[in-house]
């Protein structure tokens, strides 16, 4: 059978937004074709409490007769922090999502924690150690906790990712040492997808998995991202076992465009002269700020080539599969920013969106299967309930005739084109302001 899953969210302790609701995390998962969520959080003890109070747990996964079909995995994200292997003065931080096969594991991970020194007070937990070995004998505890306790290196082209741009390595090998080969798979993550990954040599024989990092149940949120795979049963194990041989049917994802670190560049900011965003082949060679003189912040696509070439991989094309696995994957956004997007409306959950976006899934009953409607298809079934402009915009985006244009780059989102395409390789823009000219710019 296949399953659409979410393996990446967090609840209201880990910031952002407070608390969250069961109730519509549930309601969202039915709009949005999502079978399988993950928990966020769970080496929380407030957050795993209140799970357990409210789940019966079978077979690894989280299940209410109040939402039947539906179910959870419990789920955390934490951020490992060792001394940077290439300049130990630094530390390198990265973030990982674990997942769980039942409530006994979790807890017993709460005392690892705990034993390794970790203040356990908010929803991502930190994990600070003092060499790679003692990151090893954390991982390996772990798996003799339970053999099924898996760890997945988290959107791992962002900054904040084992690959970012932030004290950057050149192989998994560098931070998680001999554990390496106990990763079956990685998370593409907002700002990349599996075009990028592809390019890595070292990821040749992973799973890719994508998931939304959502921090609250919002149909624009939980569900951004999901992946779909081929289980033979609906357990925790059969999950495992189709991250470890790579049993992917699908991955749906942001493009690359819309995250927030995609290109190299300066956004504008209090004492920032302006703006700039550069394509690899424009990226200035030194990567310093032609308006400000500091060091460019560098975006996901020029780490994803330094990598490459890191690895040596030769003469790699972007876009073509490498390595043993078909890597099926569909460019999406949410639904609701469609609707929006098509009515001229900033907010996603204003009432004419919400209404719109009711009457789209009474017709295709979930989200995940518009996405997979050819658009004669979309048109029959929409074309009585919903305005010819909203079904002209969701036909254009199952058809992948959409950009983000400017794209994302320094900690700013692309912003949403219905309808174009933009060729991101070619890309120099540089948005002098001159009100803000307190320091001299740097020309080149
Ligand atoms: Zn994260
Ligand atoms: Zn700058």
Redesign the pocket.
Known sequence: MELNIDLHSHSGASGGVGEISLRQVFQTMGFKGIDIYGTGDCLYPEWLETLEKNFQEQNGILTSEEYPKKGLVLQTEVIFTMPYPQKPTRRKAWHNVLLFPHFKAAKQTINLLDEFGVKNTIGRPFLTVNNIKELENFLFTLKEINQQIEVIPAHIFTPQGVFGSKNPINSLKDVYGTFTKYINAVETGLSADPKALMMIPELDHLSFISSSDAHCGRLDRLGREYSTLEVKELSYPAIINALKTGSMVQTYEFPMTEGRYFLT??RERNN??G??CFSPQHTPPTRI??????K?TIGVLQRVLDLAQTQKAGNRNWGENYGPRKRKFKKIVPLSEVIANSLNIKTTNSKSVINLYKKTIERTNTEANLWKLTNKNIQRELEDIVPPQTIKSIKEVNKGNFSFSPPGYDGTYGSLQIGKTINFWNIKKIKKDPTQSQQEPLLS
């Open positions: 560049g300066h920032h002269p703006w700039c700020c032609p308006l400000c003189g500091k460019l």
